[in-house]
Nanobody
Framework: VQLQASGGGLVQAGGSLRLSCAAS????????MAWFRQAPGKEREFVAA?????????????YYPASLTGRLTISRDNAKSAVYLQMNKLRPEDTANYYC??????????????????WGQGTQVTVSS
């Protein structure tokens, strides 16, 4: 099963992007899907996860404030086995390669990369000042 991420690009500070990730190939019914990011020169880090059935959301502590203001929003489409990351009021520090991930089971540590079974190829977000 492959996850196909898209929606990245070059945008000026203050702009918006909507990242998308959907499963391709054989039928994949994820229980949880997530977004990770890897900024230049840094390790990949967890951003947020969402359970597909209930829509329960788990944010990484550094990004939780952005979720409260609506600057970052994670959502899902069960019918498409897809997850989205809406990014508003983008800042240069949002520049990173964004990866989506999915797994077929619940529980465990949502922020741990090793718990995810499938990964997208990454979509680059570059924010210019």
């Amino acid at each position: 099963v492959q996850l196909q991420a898209s929606g990245g690009g070059l945008v000026q500070a203050g702009g918006s992007l909507r990242l998308s990730c959907a499963a391709s190939g054989r039928t994949f019914s994820p229980n949880t899907m997530a977004w990770f990011r890897q900024a230049p020169g840094k390790e990949r880090e967890f951003v947020a996860a969402i359970t597909m059935s209930s829509g329960r959301i788990y944010w990484s502590r550094p990004y939780y404030p952005a979720s409260l203001t609506g600057r970052l929003t994670i959502s899902r489409d069960n019918a498409k086995s897809a997850v989205y990351l809406q990014m508003n009021k983008l800042r240069p520090e949002d520049t990173a390669n964004y990866y989506c991930a999915g797994r077929s089971y619940s529980g465990g540590d949502y922020y741990q990369e090793a718990t995810y079974e499938s990964w997208g190829q990454g979509t680059q977000v570059t924010v210019s000042s």
